[in-house]
């Protein structure tokens, strides 16, 4: 079975503080994938990646930005936490043009 | 708890009965297109998908309908059971100019499922 795993279920920070989530999948996926989701707004998509050290804005990049070092690991950083931050994070990966696989979610609270 | 569920459209059914959830989406350039299934405290997951040169496609107790034409996407789930309550999203594969692809989220639907 594929499995993509978030570093966190549940995080609280510090409005501020400098933010990783982590995601990690063992399927040889060349996507990778960030999504925030808020209530009544659906998955947003964040930044994607499609290939090592490769990263695209995605619909709502302002105030996040990506690192993929390793083509299992995709981190989405928030360089200065905001309360307007506050949300349930996904992690997707997938092979070109198949259906993405999602881990379990990261609940960010930034008080 | 999780609050995904709120301010979504709902759709109540009786166990037992057939459940029709609907998705319009937007791009016509759009050739796949995935149903996820989300309860509540855990990630989408997948359900069923089907490609543009499709019009229907069947699994277990599912069946995914796409109208080119308008732009529309049907997920008919059979004989509903407690278990299908869940927040449902359909979603559609975008390829953009780099030739690489992502995926678009509708907004999602909430099926209630009564005894």
């Known amino acids: 079975d594929v499995k993509v795993t978030q570093s966190s279920r549940y995080l609280v920070k510090r409005t501020g503080e400098k933010v990783f989530l982590e995601c990690v999948q063992d399927m040889d996926h060349e996507n990778m994938f960030w999504y925030r989701q808020d209530p009544g707004l659906g998955l947003r998509l964040i930044y994607f990646s499609y290939d090592v050290k490769m990263k695209e804005k995605g619909d709502i990049p302002e105030g996040y930005s990506v690192s993929r070092e390793k083509k299992e690991r995709f981190s989405l950083i928030l360089e200065s936490a905001s309360t307007n931050q506050t949300s349930m994070y996904l992690c997707?990966?997938?092979?070109?043009?198949?259906?993405?696989?999602f881990g379990q979610g990261t609940r960010l609270t930034v008080v | 708890g999780e609050s995904v569920g709120l301010h979504l459209p709902t759709l109540s059914v009786q166990e037992g009965d057939n459940s029709i959830i609907n998705c319009a989406y937007s791009?016509?350039?759009?050739?796949?297109f995935i149903w996820y299934k989300q309860e509540s405290g855990k990630g989408p997951q997948f359900i069923i998908d089907?490609?543009?040169?499709?019009d229907k496609r069947q699994g277990q107790r599912v069946t995914v309908l796409l109208n080119k034409t308008v732009k529309h996407l049907s997920l008919q789930i059979a004989a509903t059971q407690p278990g299908d309550s869940a927040v449902y999203f359909c979603a559609e594969n975008s390829f953009l100019s780099g030739g690489y692809n992502k995926l678009i989220f509708g907004a999602g639907t909430r099926l209630a499922v009564h005894p």
């Open positions: 089907i490609r543009s040169n499709m």
């Open positions: 791009n016509s350039a759009s050739d796949y």
């Open positions: 997707a990966s997938s092979f070109l043009d198949t259906e993405a696989f």
